[in-house]
């Protein structure tokens, strides 16, 4: 895994075709995907999502979006980064994670 940035507890690296299999879990639970329109219901349509979609706008925009895994054991929690949305001319922050990894983020201002 090449890592393109770090923090404290997060590594972020661009997604591959291999990563279909990552997609398709955190695709499947209804709860991350619940308010957004793009269901991914099989391991082709995850592979389709990288390869037109995501993949593509690395060398379109030099961004995208990146996957996120955990430093300490090396364990895939999620996607974050930018796309850019054509038909708003706008580029879109966004982010999904694993239900089991919410709410681990730093909860107070003394934390941080």
């Keep these: 895994m090449r890592t393109l940035f770090e923090?404290?507890?997060l590594a972020?690296?661009?997604f591959t075709l291999q990563d279909a299999?990552?997609?398709?879990e955190l695709n499947s639970d209804f709860a991350?995907?619940?308010?957004l329109h793009e269901p991914v219901v099989t391991l082709q349509k995850a592979a389709?999502?990288?390869?037109d979609i995501i993949l593509p706008h690395y060398a379109l925009y030099n961004h995208g979006r990146w996957a996120?895994?955990?430093k300490a054991n090396q364990q895939f929690i999620g996607r974050?980064?930018?796309?850019?949305?054509?038909?708003a001319n706008e580029v879109d922050l966004g982010y999904r994670f694993m239900k089991k990894h919410w709410?681990?983020?730093?909860a107070t201002e003394a934390a941080i």
């Design 7 to 9: 923090s404290e507890r």
């Design 80 to 87: 974050c980064g930018l796309k850019y949305l054509p038909e």
């Design 68 to 70: 996120v895994y955990l």
């Design 12 to 14: 972020f690296r661009q």
């Design 48 to 51: 389709e999502v990288l390869s």
């Design 21 to 24: 299999p990552l997609i398709f």
């Design 32 to 35: 991350v995907v619940k308010y």
């Design 103 to 106: 709410g681990n983020g730093y």
